[in-house]
């Protein structure tokens, strides 16, 4: 079994940042891994995904430009870094892994999944 856990969510005026943590441990293994948020009232969406090697990333569109992944597989942790955060991005933020090591970061199926961290951006 993999555990994830996030860290780093909390509340910021509109137009801060905020830098979130996900801590992979247990069973880790070389794969890729995404940010997914949801908010009240709607479906959970893709954020941001990144190869194991960190050489590619994925992101959505509504968040380019603002949002950038990274990771330290010496660490087991991957980060998601918000920028000019804008109301809308406020939601629930839910780390994930995938055993699955190839096809399109932003189409792989997820397995495993943090409990999630809020993030709630006020205007």
């Known amino acids: 079994q993999v555990q994830l856990v996030e860290s780093g969510g909390g509340l910021v005026q509109a137009g801060g940042s905020l830098k979130l943590s996900c801590a992979a441990s247990g069973r880790t293994f070389s794969s890729a891994m995404g940010w997914f948020r949801q908010a009240p009232g709607k479906e959970r969406e893709f954020v941001a995904a990144?190869?194991?090697?960190?050489?590619?990333?994925s992101l959505a569109d509504s968040v380019k430009g603002r949002f950038t992944i990274s990771r330290n597989n010496a660490e087991n942790t991957v980060y998601l870094q918000m920028n000019s955060l804008k109301p809308e991005d406020t939601a629930v933020y839910y780390c994930?892994?995938?055993?699955?090591?190839?096809?399109?970061?932003?189409?792989?199926?997820?397995?495993?999944w943090g409990q999630g961290t809020q993030v709630t951006v006020s205007s």
């Open positions: 990144i190869s194991w090697s960190g050489g590619s990333t």
């Open positions: 994930a892994a995938t055993v699955v090591s190839s096809g399109r970061l932003d189409s792989l199926p997820y397995q495993y």
